[in-house]
């Protein structure tokens, strides 16, 4: 098979557990560009905290894109033109908020840039180092988010995280609802997750779904592994998702994005 585009989880599957992108990692997909092969990052981060590592690994340019939040933006890297996007309304962002509050866990959204909400939380930490972005602690959350955002993380403790994912799914099905890390739970609007955005992507430059390698290691990856055409876990995928790929190469520490792109598109 001749393979077109290659789809990157970021953290913790192409990103090391210090954020970043290993020589190796990067000098292969270099070399997978300069063949003709679309390096497309699909990431629940924010946009901009992607963008630093696309131009590192020149996606822009090579004409290439990001998949940004789960799904809800497909960006043009080059010139940071967004070609689709797709918000939570404000009513479904209040009613999560009501959820949260509900069932006990932190919540956030996005709005200008910062990262918003009403309380503070170790988990919330661990979201600001990820994307470098300011967090504004606000003194309501429903007052001050009064216009759509793009999606919420609920955040708490894994194992009652879990138990409140079951619960979301059933509450509000008309939802997008997955796991980046076993403390962020992400809602965003129905229809949104990797999979639909990059077979929007995908169609718009004439690829099919089985000239696409995907490689992420976390349920809000599962998506997209299963829609392309070789879909390939890292070894630090969540324990539970071991099955549901084509392939398990080597951990996001030690370089298992070079593993495929070597085997798949450089030999």
Not at 59 to 66: A, K, P, Q, R, T
Not at 223 to 242: C, F, Q, S
Not at 248 to 261: C, H, T, Y
Request: charged share 25%.
């Amino acid at each position: 098979m001749q393979y077109k585009m290659l789809v990157l989880d970021m953290d913790d599957t192409l990103l090391t557990d210090d954020h970043k992108i290993s020589d190796l990692n990067k000098k292969v997909l270099l070399e997978a560009q300069a063949k003709g092969i679309y390096v497309v990052l699909a990431s629940g981060r924010p946009t901009s905290a992607m963008t630093a590592y696309a131009k590192e690994l020149e996606l822009d340019l090579n004409d290439s894109y990001m998949i940004s939040f789960n799904g809800a933006i497909i960006s043009q890297v080059k010139d940071d033109l967004i070609l689709f996007e797709q918000k939570l309304t404000i009513e479904q962002i209040h009613a999560l908020y009501d959820y949260s509050i509900k069932m006990k866990t932190h919540i956030i959204t996005y709005l200008d840039d910062e990262i918003i909400s009403e309380t503070d939380s170790e988990y919330i930490e661990i979201e600001k180092d990820i994307t470098g972005m300011a967090h504004r602690k606000v003194s309501s959350f429903k007052d001050y988010v009064d216009r759509p955002a793009v999606k919420c993380i609920l955040l708490e403790n894994p194992a009652y995280l879990k138990e409140v994912e079951k619960d979301l799914l059933a509450a509000m099905p008309h939802l997008s609802v997955s796991m980046s890390k076993p403390f962020f739970l992400e809602a965003a609007q129905n229809g949104i997750d990797k999979a639909a955005s990059l077979k929007q992507l995908a169609d718009k430059l004439g690829i099919h779904q089985s000239e696409i390698i995907a490689i992420g290691n976390a349920g809000n990856d599962l998506t997209m592994i299963e829609y392309a055409g070789l879909g390939v876990w890292v070894d630090n995928v969540t324990p539970e998702l071991r099955d549901k790929a084509n392939l398990i190469v080597s951990s996001n520490n030690n370089d298992g994005v070079a593993e495929v792109v070597q085997k798949y598109i450089l030999n």
